[in-house]
């Protein structure tokens, strides 16, 4: 009876397994571009939670959508037909701007990339990938060996073969040439790093080379897609084209899902890929609603305005070394460690992000954002840097 008693104490008062950095909120409720605290405090979220947030909190066309697929069906396998998929593959088809590419669905971004990964050296029947200083591809085995983070790589993932560059480096392209790679990895936008892009010539010429040695090009969109730029893809910039897409993040609206769009010259075999959860019935339906509301509120073209308002207006803000970013995926420079400016909005009421770059302050607001919205919290940083400076 003790031990029994002990047993249940420890489990009773047993702790979470805190390995996040928090601001303090706990927020309960959530409306279009802001958060509610728990205090009753409103709160104009320019952060997104990682830039998730893509058509505003409980977008009306979002929730009911869920609801309705709730009340007829929430779960099964893909030991069955799930009509959803081939909608949602359909919608992708038409705004990504790949209507050849196949889809393959999951539920996260380190997902999709450890399965973009995998797929390259199937197909290439290679083992080593390019990467990138400044990356972050995700926390799993293989999507963490291929990024730029040593303190997250456990010995499990440090031994993979990876080779690593810095961004904009052309000394990359002699190191593809020499057809011994799978696949060069890169984000369309590095976000944690600190919003940096390495530029349209770049891309381009990175595409050349892949495509001469037969090297798969993997673009990472998991932060950078979904119209946060105000183009679907970020390296659409550019005008080249990836054999595979990775992207999650704003494809559900905060619901898990992410997915593959794959080059059709790329075979798919059966048993190659597999997921219990992708591309369930309530992640097909929550990222149908978004393409959706993507396109029924002009959302890209929103993001382009609203992005380009601001970084007009902050890069006026003489206490600002640089503003990087398209969209409304931006990476505002300052000359000292951002966190004082971004405790100092949490206290104005604007939630931001960090990077990085300690100096960077990140913003993925949704592509709900008004202009309206873009100057309060542009007038609300430019006066805490006057007053700190």
Known sequence: MNGQVSNLNRITFNMLFNVYSQNGLTPVKASGNYIYNNDGRKYLDCYGGHGVISIGHNHPKWTEAI????????????????????????????????????LFLINSGAEANENALKVASFHTKREKVISFYGSFHGRTSGAMAVSDSQSMKSPFNSDHHVQFFNLGDLKVLNEIQNNDTAAVIIEGIQGIAGVVDPGKEFFIKLRDACSESGTVLILDE????????????????????????????????????????????IEAKQGMLGSTFGGSYMATAAAIAVIDVLEDQNLLTNAHAVGKKLVHDLSEIKEIKEVRGRGLMLGIELYENSLSSRKKLLEDGIVTGSSSNQNVLRILPPLTFSYEEASLFTKSLKSILEISS
């Open 67 to 102: 609801a309705q697929q709730f009340q007829g069906i929430s779960f099964y396998s893909n030991a069955v037909t799930i009509p959803q998929q081939e909608i949602l593959s359909q919608k992708l088809a038409t705004i990504s701007g790949y209507p050849d590419h196949a």
């Open 222 to 265: 998991v932060q950078s897609g979904f119209g946060r730029t105000g183009e679907f893809f970020a390296h659409l910039n550019s005008g080249i084209k990836a054999d595979i897409i990775t992207m999650a993040k704003g494809m559900g609206n905060g619901f898990p899902v992410g997915g593959l769009l794959i080059h059709p010259e």
